[in-house]
């Protein structure tokens, strides 16, 4: 008898229904107000100012199940979606309300029904959040990593790029990242502000809607921030740690033979890693929303390749092992069709082109497409967690 193969969406978002009423009540970004009847959604800085329409796909579970049904998904791996807590100043509501979402959120994901034939998975896991904000003691991250542990279906957490102010290389984080890298904790790196500050200049006058924060500030935005943390030495230090990258990690694959070159000729720089940093890229995980089966099949290469990068000795070249460090996603329910299409092209096109790398055997697809989540989260082992 064959077993059926798993579909596992591990970048699949929402905003729990008391995380959408904390924004409705706010009256400046980021926030859900109502424009003719119609519910809108404003959390870049640099967007419109119209934000965009917002609805039950974000906050209602029937509606990610549907979803997850639509397109023959049989488990997601949901995470409240940007900014998270970012904006709240006062540490006390933000430890708060990250414990209040994060048992909601366990809440969600148990009384979800069960996988057809697999009898202990559930179809809908998720990624805490911490209360990363500035001003937060270490003790109460440390806390609240202690909390999700505790929470079987909750397999790891998401966070933004800027830690408690000053993004992931700050040293204050060390005990966190020490706490992370002891656990099965998965760290879902995710990013959210974009080109930040710079972003008025860069994105020029001409109107262009969210293509160049989505396209290119967020994907910059998490490059930036993952080769800061590895400057900073926290793979050498912790190399147990676990971090998925959004959006197949950016611009990281494409650069991180300059980044390797830059490192080298750079007196201030060239001692302080363990390793080349192309060997980190091969100990990160990617999600495989790239769109497009060039772009797929360069990730794992690049990942794969990385391999021959490390200081220990005999370490060879693996390209073949990349794919098993990608993992499938869809962003729902952000990407939405504009037409009235049933099925949603971002969810299509992420498939598409996993299906269509030339080199990946039926079995490197199947990994993709959930293999590898079900062995990296431990999807169904809940009591071992
Ligand atoms: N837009 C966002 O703000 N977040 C996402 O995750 C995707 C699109
Ligand atoms: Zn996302």
């Not at 729990?16 to 870049?44: D, K, V």
């Not at 904000?133 to 929470?151: A, R, S």
């Not at 974009?194 to 998490?222: C, M, R, Y």
């Amino acid at each position: 008898m064959s077993v059926r193969q798993l579909l596992v969406d591990i970048h699949t978002h929402c905003y729990l229904p008391r995380y959408a009423a904390f924004l409705r009540q706010r009256s400046f970004a980021p926030r859900i107000f109502t424009r003719n009847q119609e519910e809108r959604l404003l959390i870049l800085d640099d967007e419109p100012l119209s934000g965009r329409p917002v609805g039950p796909q974000y906050w209602d579970r029937d509606e990610k199940l549907k979803f997850m049904d639509l397109h023959n998904i049989d488990v997601s791996i949901v995470s409240t979606a940007n900014p998270w807590l970012d904006f709240l100043d006062k540490p006390s509501t933000a430890s708060q309300l990250a414990n209040e979402l994060n048992e909601d959120l366990e809440n969600y994901c148990a009384t979800s029904p069960g996988v057809d034939g697999f009898d202990t998975m559930k179809r809908l896991y998720g990624f805490g959040l911490l209360p990363l904000i500035k001003g937060i003691g270490t003790e109460d991250l440390l806390q609240t990593v202690k909390h999700i542990t505790g929470l079987p279906h909750l397999k790891g957490i998401i966070m933004g790029t800027r830690g408690i102010g000053k993004g992931l290389d700050d040293p204050a984080l060390e005990p966190l990242w020490e706490a992370l890298s002891n656990t099965k904790l998965v760290v879902f790196l995710h990013p959210h502000y974009g080109l930040g500050s710079g972003a008025k200049e860069a994105w020029g006058d001409q109107e262009n809607g969210h293509v160049l924060p989505l396209a290119i500030g967020f994907p910059v935005e998490t490059t930036t921030a993952i080769t800061r943390l590895i400057l900073a030495g926290v793979y050498d230090r912790h190399p147990d740690l676990k971090i998925l990258l959004a959006h197949s990690g950016g611009a990281l694959p494409q650069l991180s033979s300059r980044i390797a070159s830059c490192i080298s000729h750079d007196p201030l720089v060239s001692s302080r890693l363990k390793h080349d940093a192309r060997y980190y890229v091969s100990r990160l995980y990617y999600d495989a929303v790239n769109y497009g089966p060039e772009e797929m099949g360069f990730v794992a290469d690049v990942i794969g390749r990385g391999t021959a990068y490390s200081s220990i000795p005999g370490a060879r070249e693996d390209r073949l092992v990349g794919y098993k460090r990608m993992l499938f996603g869809t962003d729902h329910p952000f990407f939405p069709p504009l037409g009235k299409e049933a099925k949603w092209a971002s969810v299509l096109e992420n498939l598409q082109a996993i299906d269509e790398v030339q080199r990946w055997e039926k079995e490197h697809k199947n990994a993709v497409r959930g293999g590898n989540a079900i062995e990296l989260f431990g999807l169904g082992h809940e009591q071992g967690k």
